[in-house]
């Protein structure tokens, strides 16, 4: 679910009961669904990381991946759906790192990668049906060496050219979504709780303000 700024709404799909039947079906629907380009939050963030070993969880189309390894970190990218970890294996491929990109696919609700990790990315890992999300998320963050940092990019509001589709949906804040996850907090801490806004351009050609939510969250312990 990486390198986009687009969750898909409901109106996208006639059937939610199975997770990986919505995603293969979201990717199959076009060659390629997201820009390619690392996003932006997690380029500026890992800019200033020394590389060791990355996780990257939605990882979509494998631009993060991509760039991530480009730094030089060691990634192993999750997705739910095996077509868009193909479209990751190709991006890799073409970026010249695939030595450094590991592909697994997981449904994180059921399933999560083995090992520890300096840098774990969920970028946008959200959905038009509901899924464990703050489970995974303390998953990812046990699973953070001692100084490793959990960074999280979600929707902070609906999109200017999509508002009608995420009428009833709630865009929880960086704090509530910080503390929804329940992490003790002798063992973690909340390095940055922000809700940026950026300028983006949707489909149509329609500009309007976007919304992120922005955590990062480091083991202390």
Same mark, same amino acid.
């Given at each position: 679910?990486?390198?986009? &700024?687009?969750?898909? &709404? +409901?109106?996208?799909?006639?059937?939610?009961?199975?997770?990986?039947? $919505?995603?293969?079906?979201?990717?199959?629907?076009?060659?390629?669904?997201?820009?390619?380009?690392?996003?932006?939050?997690?380029?500026?963030? /890992?800019?200033?990381?020394?590389?060791?070993?990355?996780?990257?969880?939605?990882?979509?189309?494998?631009?993060?991946?991509?760039?991530?390894?480009?730094?030089?970190?060691?990634?192993? =990218?999750?997705? #739910?759906? &095996?077509?868009?970890?193909?479209?990751? %294996?190709?991006?890799?491929?073409?970026?010249?790192?695939?030595?450094?990109?590991?592909?697994?696919?997981?449904?994180?609700? @059921?399933? $999560?990668? =083995?090992?520890?990790?300096?840098? #774990?990315?969920?970028?946008?890992?959200?959905?038009?049906?509901? $899924?464990?999300? +703050?489970?995974?998320?303390?998953? /990812?963050?046990?699973?953070?060496?001692?100084?490793?940092?959990?960074?999280?990019?979600?929707?902070?509001?609906? +999109?200017?050219?999509?508002?009608?589709?995420? =009428?009833?949906?709630?865009?929880?804040?960086?704090?509530?979504?910080?503390?929804?996850?329940?992490?003790? *907090?002798?063992?973690? %801490?909340?390095?940055?709780?922000? &809700?940026?806004? @950026?300028?983006?351009?949707? *489909? !149509?050609?329609?500009?309007?303000?976007?919304? !992120?939510?922005?955590?990062?969250?480091?083991?202390?312990?």
């Amino acid at each position: 679910m990486s390198t986009h &700024s687009h969750t898909p &709404s +409901p109106a996208d799909s006639d059937d939610h009961g199975d997770a990986q039947d $919505f995603w293969e079906n979201h990717y199959a629907a076009r060659e390629q669904i997201w820009s390619g380009r690392v996003n932006a939050p997690l380029a500026g963030f /890992a800019a200033a990381l020394p590389p060791g070993r990355a996780l990257d969880l939605g990882c979509g189309e494998g631009g993060d991946a991509a760039h991530l390894a480009g730094l030089g970190w060691q990634v192993t =990218a999750v997705d #739910i759906s &095996s077509l868009a970890l193909a479209r990751t %294996r190709a991006r890799v491929e073409a970026a010249g790192v695939a030595d450094r990109v590991t592909t697994e696919r997981h449904d994180l609700s @059921r399933s $999560f990668p =083995a090992g520890s990790f300096g840098l #774990i990315s969920a970028q946008y890992l959200q959905a038009p049906f509901e $899924f464990s999300r +703050p489970a995974i998320f303390r998953r /990812a963050a046990a699973a953070l060496t001692v100084g490793g940092v959990l960074f999280i990019v979600d929707h902070g509001a609906p +999109p200017p050219w999509a508002k009608d589709h995420h =009428a009833h949906h709630h865009f929880p804040g960086p704090r509530e979504v910080y503390d929804g996850i329940g992490l003790d *907090p002798a063992g973690y %801490r909340a390095e940055r709780l922000a &809700s940026p806004e @950026r300028e983006a351009t949707g *489909p !149509d050609g329609v500009t309007g303000t976007l919304v !992120d939510n922005v955590i990062a969250i480091r083991r202390l312990a």
